[in-house]
């Protein structure tokens, strides 16, 4: 409810900044091993991602507050399995498996903008819209002749790249010392956005055996989100919260690309606690905590990007160059835990590192 952050976490508590310009500009860099296990056999993905953005302003005058921002809500990053993957080898079977690679690249941007209003010193309202746009790329590569002859008539690649929009709500309320001074309650729900995601191109003449035909769809919903939120100051230095997601899979359609067969997940749901403490004037620390319980089945997962339960653990740093601007720094580390996935062990490890500059009103 202080930063301009708020315009992705907390839209209602952009009510209660400071009149004037606030903005935030950041990045992420994140470190990832996703692994698959069957047979003996690992396949493994260790491609970093070094380009993660986000923006966030906002402009408050008395009691009305606009907002704009800019960020990545779903994918983001590039895998890069040198080796295959179990799925591509056994699709592969009939040519005697040939050492192959794919690469994937998904991303699901979007931008969102919204009013908040303050009706009295404790309660703010806020309404926003979010449009997003995504982007989706596959190449399966192999040098072997028999592969070449048979896939694409001399050349090495098969793949697609698909594009998909979609445009969806955001409704939000904060309310500030209604019960006790210092407390601080929030809710904020985000809409279903319908997602049809076509292929724009192919490559390959046997893309439509593995159901990649150019024009042809799939579905690629991003589930209603429910956030509620709780935060209070123990001391004028020391402010602790925690917080409740909730995400409706089981509205949302998602399809394989290749087939464009449903993948039903359940609903799914995070908690997290976390704790800031402004040190100095100039010098902030944050730590924190989450659980993530995911939606995905024994029969529903992905061997590319495996959606698996973690306990997340994070903390923060934030220094005040000067009254207005001030410099953050943050870490990282996702713990996901092993599931198994038909014959498959899946499993990933994330650490990621962030940067970014808040320049609040002058």
Not at 210 to 230: H, S, T
Not at 233 to 244: Q, R, W
Request: with cysteine; net charge negative; hydrophobic share 40%.
């Amino acid at each position: 409810h202080k930063r301009p952050e708020a315009v992705i976490y907390n839209i209602a508590g952009t009510g209660f900044m400071d009149d004037g310009l606030a903005f935030n500009v950041g990045n992420q860099f994140i470190f990832k091993k996703y692994t698959h296990e069957t047979g003996g056999t690992e396949y493994k993905d260790e491609k970093a991602v070094v380009f993660f953005p986000d923006f966030e302003a906002v402009y408050k005058k008395d009691n009305w507050a606009a907002f704009f921002g800019f960020g990545i809500f779903a994918g983001g990053g590039s895998l890069e399995y040198k080796d295959g993957t179990a799925v591509t080898a056994g699709v592969l079977a009939a040519l005697g498996s040939p050492k192959h690679k794919l690469d994937v690249y998904s991303v699901t941007m979007g931008e969102i903008a919204g009013l908040s209003y303050v009706i009295n010193d404790e309660i703010s309202l806020s309404a926003a819209g979010r449009f997003l746009h995504s982007t989706q790329d596959m190449t399966l590569s192999c040098s072997n002749a028999t592969w070449q002859n048979a896939a694409v008539n001399g050349g090495e690649d098969v793949g697609y790249n698909a594009k998909g929009y979609g445009f969806g709500g955001i409704f939000g309320i904060n309310a500030k010392d209604v019960l006790v001074d210092g407390l601080y309650l929030a809710a904020q729900y985000q809409t279903i956005t319908k997602m049809n995601m076509e292929f724009k191109s192919t490559t390959g003449n046997k893309a439509a055996a593995l159901g990649i035909v150019k024009g042809e769809k799939f579905k690629n919903d991003l589930p209603a989100v429910l956030g509620l939120g709780v935060g209070y100051y123990i001391t004028d230095d020391i402010y602790a919260s925690t917080s409740f997601n909730y995400y409706f899979n089981k509205q949302a359609k998602m399809q394989n690309p290749m087939g464009a067969t449903d993948m039903e997940y359940d609903d799914s749901w995070e908690v997290g606690i976390g704790v800031d403490w402004q040190v100095l004037e100039q010098l902030g620390l944050s730590a924190g905590t989450m659980y993530s319980k995911q939606g995905s089945k024994d029969d529903v997962n992905s061997a590319f990007s495996p959606v698996l339960d973690s306990l997340v653990t994070g903390c923060g740093v934030e220094f005040k160059v000067t009254k207005q601007v001030m410099l953050t720094g943050s870490y990282m580390h996702c713990r996901y835990f092993e599931k198994d996935y038909g014959t498959m062990t899946l499993n990933k490890d994330i650490n990621m590192l962030a940067v970014g500059v808040t320049v609040k009103p002058f």
